[in-house]
T-cell receptor, first 109, second 116 residues
Framework: GENVGLHLPTLSVQEGDNSIINCAYSNSASDYFIWYKQESGKGPQFIIDIRSNMDKRQGQRVTVLLNKTVKHLSLQIAATQPGDSAVYFCAENFDDMRFGAGTRLTVKP | DAGITQSPRHKVTETGTPVTLRCHQTENHRYMYWYRQDPGHGLRLIHYSYGVKDTDKGEVSDGYSVSRSKTEDFLLTLESATSSQTSVYFC???????????????FGPGTRLTVT
């Protein structure tokens, strides 16, 4: 299950720093959003979700922010670790779930 | 992988041959989905099922068919494989459908299909 992602945006951070991954979604009527993590050779893994009636939701070391005014979603990862290296992508739901291509996060030790 | 298995995990086949991929879940979730993932693209929905024998088309359904005879199994068939169907295929499950309370989708490990 590799996302080869030859042209994916990339983000490189130092271990221990905070990471912010951004996503612009397409439909102002989308009512539900998910962030996924995909490691090389594996299927996407659910990280956190948020509904459109919320601006912020926190999980373990992760926070999702939703700005409906500009149709923007972000994922913040606190104290990034080498195990966080992966492709991260967002999904939005309108009539069905639509997925972005993702951002490749690389964590430098 | 949330109790989802896919088989085979890898397959190489020739153009024009039929291919069937299997997805099996142990979560008893009502909804099941087939996606394909290609470089530079997000996951794209091929077909989905909202119950036994209940299926519907997704964004990229041409050349694919599906069947669901049991809650736990969802089959994807490429009726006559073409090189454009070379891709990584993911199965996903969710407890509820769009608008439902538990709509988050959980994915299997994927099947890498190469059509030569």
């Amino acid at each position: 299950g590799e996302n080869v992602g030859l042209h994916l945006p990339t983000l490189s951070v130092q271990e221990g720093d905070n990471s912010i991954i951004n996503c612009a979604y397409s439909n102002s009527a989308s009512d539900y959003f998910i962030w996924y993590k995909q490691e090389s050779g594996k299927g996407p893994q659910f990280i956190i979700d948020i509904r459109s009636n919320m601006d912020k939701r926190q999980g373990q070391r992760v926070t999702v922010l939703l700005n409906k005014t500009v149709k923007h979603l972000s994922l913040q990862i606190a104290a990034t670790q080498p195990g966080d290296s992966a492709v991260y992508f967002c999904a939005e739901n309108f009539d069905d779930m639509r997925f972005g291509a993702g951002t490749r996060l690389t964590v430098k030790p | 992988d949330a109790g989802i298995t896919q088989s085979p995990r890898h397959k190489v086949t020739e153009t024009g041959t039929p291919v069937t991929l299997r997805c099996h879940q142990t979560e008893n979730h009502r909804y099941m989905y087939w996606y394909r993932q290609d470089p530079g693209h997000g996951l794209r929905l091929i077909h989905y099922s909202y119950g036994v024998k209940d299926t519907d088309k997704g964004e990229v359904s041409d050349g694919y068919s599906v069947s669901r005879s049991k809650t736990e199994d969802f089959l994807l068939t490429l009726e006559s494989a073409t090189s454009s169907q070379t891709s990584v295929y993911f199965c996903a499950i969710s407890e509820s459908g769009p608008g439902g309370f538990s709509y988050e989708q959980y994915f299997g490990p994927g099947t890498r299909l190469t059509v030569t």
